[in-house]
């Protein structure tokens, strides 16, 4: 190790504004660190042994040996409960509507990724990466209506909370009151199921006057659309948003797996560089000779801006060119409610 | 065979004729031959322009430093993912895929400097009064400040300085390097003076700024960045896939292996009776309505 010791004089890794000595820094693995537990997969949800595997404390075997099934051992793993049969009823009503959706986002996914010759589950993985906060919105619209029904948890009027509610989110994608459903009585439909099997609860209560406060405030022809059905009466079934958004998505790559067989099995592969992109269809700038490397310097024109104006003024530039990115703001946030798991593992010595 | 397009769809990124391909209107094949960089077509896919030397040197400094950062969520994602053998895409999708809010959150960086910078011209305030803004108010808030700690190189990310400092030696610091380094300087003197360990910057913030100097949008760069590092993660993919055991399940490894059964900890509620569908009515009522279960609800 000798002949690593000198480091000196590494491009600017000398230079005083490093936060310590880079030409000092230790080479190796850290050791393992004897004082703390081992590490373990820590879980809430499930664990298993030699001969069982156990959910939420049920032996699964069990469950099935009993008559459960996979839609109660949703309610099992999501919830840590078995479901009253008219809630299984419920879950198993909402996953056949979700199941099919024709040639959407979703299906298109699965057939695109067909195309390629490779396996089913790539697809059904496409398909399911496909739900976001527009199509299969579960997350955004169950966050929307929690964040609402606090208030009502603390007295406040549902009918002013809903009218609240559609002014601050009136054409929003994840609203759940669109034009979407208005010759389609499915959503509709579903709502008065679960108000028939007894499940209907708060969520529906109140999605029933967001939809009347939409109808009131939309100047076109509105109603309750599936995501607003559906995510309203997979919260009253007790899941909250982000399971209903997991459970749907992956209902859904049920349906994108069929597309997938049937891309197969009707149409051909996809080659690289087989698919054209006519020149009719291309709005970006004209054909354009290449520079030569030479000219480099005349050619090419500096990003960087040094005041504040000269910044607005360029940034507003680059919001016109398709593609770069400037024009759109793209939510990333950290949805976890804390981190780390210091309630388990233990020192060794 | 079909050559009709997939999707019909403007766009003002490319064409593809059965002659050409044409990337904002430079002809790839053309662009490849001249001698131009991947890094070089980089900025023209996103920019619409040639970059200058500087600039180009800079982008591939950045990649370069960033492409491989050993067990990081991503090459985790990766590995756990090619346990199960499915095909290579899959596990180098996945460790793209953990990009996210607190891994590598290039465009959450992107967004708040632009934010503060759009703030700094609109009240005509500098750039060092309004880094200590963004500073305090995110900390008298307790939220994050972006592009600031790495939780395994604690004494600051060794990325970090030195993409600063190449920024630097190339001349190439605008608007974004001025804020960010008056940034870090408000952030350090905030917490030295409450008393509270070092945080250094990490290379979300120093790349970031780079980034944002030679033309890069937010979401742009945050693309270079959480694409490049699936390069990597292929290779950790691969390494598994070919010298690792599938499943990492194995008893007989000389280490315990990453889901061995001896790995698992179940701290969820205790092991209990399954009832049988008789009683599942009743038992299910009264476990409603108990709402034992709520503390299990995720």
Known sequence: MADLGDKKGIGNLDDPKMPYDY???????????DERARFQ?????????????????????????EGYGVVDLLFVDFQARLPLIEEEKMLNYIMILSLEDGLSIPAVMSRMVARTKTFLTQACGAAVLSFGHAYGAYSSFGNMLDGYLSEADQGADLKALAEALVAE??????????????????????????????????????????????KKASDKPVDIDLLGAIGATMMDLGFTPEATWAILAVTRSFGAGAHYIEEVEREEYTHLGETLTPKDTYDGPADRPVPPIGERDKHARPAQTFTTTEWKKAFDQRKKLHGSGFAIIEEVEDPSKMTGTKSVGKKLH | ?????????????????????????????????????????????????????????MLKYEMGAF?????????????????????????????????????GPGAAHGYMMNQYIERAEAEGKSLD???????????????????????????????????HCKQEE??????????????????????????????????????????????????????????CRGFSCAAHALYSMKKGRAWGASRREPMVQMIDLSMIKYVGPPDRRVPKQDER????????????????LI
């Open chain 1, 23 to 33: 030409s000092q820094r230790e080479y190796g693995t850290v050791e393992t660190d």
């Open chain 1, 41 to 65: 997969w820590v879980s809430e949800v499930a664990y298993k042994n030699v001969h069982r595997i156990v959910a939420r404390g049920y032996d699964t075997t069990e469950l099935v040996e």
């Open chain 1, 169 to 214: 989110n009136l054409g929003c994608d994840h609203l759940g009151v669109s034009d979407l459903m208005l010759k389609d009585p499915a959503a509709k439909r579903m709502v008065a199921r679960a108000e028939k099997l007894g499940v209907a609860g708060k969520h529906i209560e109140f999605m029933t006057h967001i939809v009347a406060a939409a």
């Open chain 2, 1 to 57: 065979m079909s050559r009709e397009p997939l999707l019909p769809r403007k766009t003002a990124i490319s064409y593809k004729t059965e002659e050409k391909t044409v990337l904002r209107g430079y002809d790839l094949s053309e662009l490849a031959e001249q001698g131009y960089s991947f890094c070089d077509a980089l900025f023209v896919l996103f920019q619409d322009r040639i970059p200058t030397d500087s600039e180009e040197k």
């Open chain 2, 67 to 103: 492409m491989e950062h050993s067990m990081s969520p991503s090459a985790v994602g990766a590995i756990g993912v090619i346990t199960g053998r499915p095909n290579l895409p899959c596990a180098v999708a996945a460790s793209i895929m953990t990009f996210g809010g607190v891994h």
């Open chain 2, 129 to 163: 009064e309004m880094a200590k803004i963004l500073v305090d108010e995110h900390l008298d808030n307790k939220v994050p400040v972006m592009g600031m700690g790495q939780p395994q190189h604690t004494d600051s990310d060794p990325r970090a300085e030195p993409i």
């Open chain 2, 170 to 227: 190339l001349e190439i610091g605008g608007v974004y390097l001025e804020f960010q380094r008056a940034l870090e300087k408000h952030f350090h003197a905030r917490r030295k003076a409450e008393g509270r360990s070092y945080v250094g910057v990490n290379v979300v913030g120093a790349g970031n700024t780079a980034l944002c100097d030679i033309g890069f949008s937010p979401n742009a760069a945050w693309c270079l960045g959480s694409v």
């Open chain 2, 281 to 296: 009515q009743e038992y299910a009522r009264k476990q409603k309505e108990e709402g034992e279960y709520k503390q299990w």
